[in-house]
């Protein structure tokens, strides 16, 4: 069974930082794109950024300059490095892969998901 499992979430305020971790089980994701989004109460999935195996990366226009993607495939995880929060950051982190080796920005086209961890930045 596939499992994504995303840490590293909680309260931080404005100007903070905090890193994300989404792990990896059942399979490897050997040539597979990373990915991660959020939601924010009231609002629908938003991109974040993505990572492809060979470590390309795609930015969502509002985290560009302040996220960094990236993955250790040898772990089989993927991390969401994020500073100079802000309170609009605030919403549930989700983690994603998809089934191939493609830059995807939109939600649908990720064919595995986690469960989403809270990240809440306060003013």
């Known amino acids: 069974q596939v499992q994504l499992v995303e840490s590293g979430g909680g309260l931080v305020q404005a100007g903070g930082s905090l890193r994300l971790s989404c792990a990896a089980s059942?399979?490897?994701?050997?040539?597979?794109?990373m990915g991660w989004f959020r939601q924010a109460q009231g609002k629908e999935r938003e991109f974040v950024a993505t990572?492809?195996?060979?470590?390309?990366?795609l930015y969502g226009d509002s985290v560009e300059g302040r996220f960094t993607i990236s993955r250790d495939n040898a772990k089989n995880t993927m991390y969401l490095q994020m500073n100079s929060l802000k309170p609009e950051d605030t919403a549930v982190y989700y983690c994603?892969?998809?089934?191939?080796?493609?830059?995807?920005?939109?939600?649908?086209?990720?064919?595995?998901w986690g469960q989403g961890t809270q990240v809440t930045v306060s003013s």
């Open positions: 994603a892969a998809a089934k191939d080796n493609s830059l995807y920005t939109r939600a649908p086209l990720y064919s595995y």
């Open positions: 059942g399979r490897t994701f050997t040539g597979n794109t």
């Open positions: 990572i492809n195996w060979n470590g390309i990366t």
